[in-house]
């Protein structure tokens, strides 16, 4: 195969970048803030009802 001296030869053909991942936002994970929230609410109502039972009961003091 003869190259033509009258041209410089062309450039490599250039690959495209890849493409970066897409980071998600908050919105697409908006099913595990709700998990997260429901398991706070539910780990402090669980301690309430412990440290009542530690404290001796729902007896006041008259």
């Known amino acids: 195969m003869t190259v033509p001296v009258d041209r410089p030869p062309a450039p490599p053909a250039e690959e495209p970048a890849p493409k970066a ?11 595990l803030l709700l998990i997260a929230v429901l398991l706070f609410l539910a780990l402090a109502f669980v301690g309430m009802i412990a440290l009542t039972a530690l404290g001796g009961g729902t007896t006041y003091v008259r």
């Not at 991942?21 to 994970?29: A, L, Q, S, T, V």
């Open 21 to 31: 991942p897409e980071k998600h936002g908050i919105e697409d994970r908006s099913w």
